[in-house]
């Protein structure tokens, strides 16, 4: 399985900035692939094209050589550099994993999710808990490539090992392509086999 | 000593209770005014209201206390059942009015045209006034309660429509709802689970909101004769009824109904205004 960006390019609005000039990526589900770049530099940019978040860009964006289809359930998933935006504020914690999949109790157990928190509302937890709910709800049965825009960032560095670790685990089982993005270059030595520079491939002029 | 730290005490404690508390009560004075007068009115027996000659033209009195007309009729009861009919009038508009100005902020979300079509229906039945469009639909509609009430529902959904549509446009752009088509939900679901949520105690205030005016202009209508037909009491029709007998000094005839009137269509902005706040208290100074 590959997914694929060809020659991606991006600005916001017609009269600002450049963000990203053909740009091309490949991730496959064969290897773990890490993006890593300074800040602003189109990370998450790039990352919201791919998994069909931005609609309007130049390029191609193709699974296994097809493109990818605009409605219906999109097997590339993306997890969200920021928690408290991705969850409606009035509803529960349950109702919002239950929109994805109907998550098995021992997962929960192993992103550290307690019960008590699943009838709570999204304002009455932290960053780092809602990250946790928002990281499970992209692990839809059916999702083929899952991209973690800074997935970990609210956590402390043991949480943030134990979440990588079941993340890993649940990718490795169900043979899925994952692509790491983050500014921490150590944690991605890691956790991926391959890391490659943003600006390597982005060829806007600056 | 003791009474003076008593007194402190005292006033701390209604300061603490001070905007909640009065905001509570307003509401539920208002409310509970309203309710009476429409419970009192249902219970108003008929006969009560019939003539009585040896009671004609009397002024206010501790016994009348509005005063009688020129058929002897009391007043204050007359008053009190038209402002009934008015309550129950206003409130199946209001409710009436909000639904279709719902149905059709999100019908504008759906697409682009649709958006074009709804804004365009905003525009038009924004610039024809509200009354001569009343009198037209009742009019069409042949009149009477039913005329009125859709006349009123029919021009009275705009302002919350456009609140609404702007509303969910915003909503729309938000990330939930992306990875909720994302995650394969439909338009519809999404319109039902994500969007409605988030604008419904908007949509309660607005159809607060919009009782006192169509109260208002249920009566305006009815008084300039096109509205309710002479033989319901509603308090349109007994002012306009009244005009005809303030020439020979029958002041009392429509300063107490019309007074009346003013009163409760104030006891709904109150209402409104207050549920309001308390909903959303970030807009409570605008
Ligand atoms: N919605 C938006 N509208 C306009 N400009 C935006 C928008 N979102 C981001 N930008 C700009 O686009 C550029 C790239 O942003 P992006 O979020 O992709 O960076 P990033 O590499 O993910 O940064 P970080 O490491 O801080 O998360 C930034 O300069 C940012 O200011
Ligand atoms: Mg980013």
Redesign the interface.
């Given at each position: 399985m590959e997914l694929t960006g060809r020659n991606i390019s991006f600005k916001y609005s017609s009269g600002s900035r450049q963000i990203l000039k053909d740009v091309d990526i490949t991730i496959d589900n064969k290897k773990i692939l890490g993006l890593f770049g300074d800040s602003g530099s189109g990370k998450s940019s790039l990352c919201k094209i791919l998994a069909g978040h931005i609609k309007r860009y130049e390029g191609e964006v193709k699974l296994d050589g097809n493109e990818i289809p605009k409605s219906g359930f999109n097997p590339v998933q993306l997890i969200y550099q920021h928690p408290e935006k991705v969850m409606n504020p009035k509803w529960k914690m349950h109702e919002v994993l239950e929109e994805s999949w109907d998550v098995p109790d021992s997962l929960l157990e192993d992103f550290g999710i307690q019960k008590s928190w699943l009838n709570r509302w999204p304002a009455e937890l932290s960053g780092g808990e809602l990250q946790r709910f928002s990281v499970l709800r992209s692990l839809n049965p059916n999702t083929k490539f899952l991209i973690a825009d800074e997935m970990t960032t609210m956590l402390d560095a043991i949480t943030q090992v134990q979440i990588f670790e079941s993340v890993l685990k649940i990718v490795k089982e169900r043979n899925m392509g994952l692509l790491v993005v983050s500014h921490d270059r150590d944690l991605m030595d890691i956790i991926c086999d391959e890391v490659i520079y943003l600006d390597d491939i982005n060829h806007v002029d600056i | 000593m003791d009474e003076s730290v008593g007194k402190v005490n005292k006033f701390d404690v209604l300061g603490n209770m001070n905007l909640r508390t009065k905001t509570l009560l307003a509401i539920g004075l208002s409310a509970f005014i309203l309710i009476l007068v429409v419970v009192i009115s249902f219970f108003i027996d008929p006969k009560s209201i019939t003539t009585n000659w040896t009671m004609m033209n009397q002024p206010p009195s501790l016994e009348h206390i509005f005063g009688t007309d020129w058929l002897g009729r009391d007043m204050f009861i007359r008053t009190l059942k038209g402002l009934g009919l008015s309550v129950q009038i206003g409130f199946f508009a209001s409710i009436l009015s909000s639904i279709i100005a719902v149905a059709l902020a999100f019908l504008s979300s759906f697409n682009k045209h649709l958006d074009s079509f709804v804004s365009w229906l905003i525009d038009v039945f924004l610039s024809i006034p509200h009354i001569l469009l009343i009198i037209l639909i009742s009019i069409a509609l042949g009149g009477g309660a039913f005329g009125v009430l859709i006349g009123v529902a029919f021009t009275h959904w705009t302002s919350l429509a456009r609140v609404l549509r702007a509303e969910i446009k915003r909503i729309k752009t938000?990330?939930?709802v992306?990875?909720?088509?994302?995650?394969?939900?439909s338009k519809f679901w999404i319109a039902r689970k994500?969007i409605l949520?988030?604008v419904i105690t908007q949509v309660i205030v607005g159809t607060i909101l919009i009782f006192p005016h169509a109260i208002m202009h249920e009566a305006s209508v009815t008084f300039l004769g096109f509205g309710l037909s002479p033989h319901e009491p509603a308090i349109g029709i007994i002012l306009s009824e009244s005009m005809k007998y303030l020439a020979t000094g029958n002041w009392w005839l429509a300063l107490f109904p019309g007074l009346a009137l003013l009163i409760l269509v104030l006891l709904f902005d109150i209402a409104g205004e207050n549920i309001k706040k308390m909903l959303d208290p970030a807009s409570a100074n605008d």
């Open positions: - | 938000s990330e939930f992306t990875i909720s088509e994302k995650l394969g939900q994500q949520p988030l």
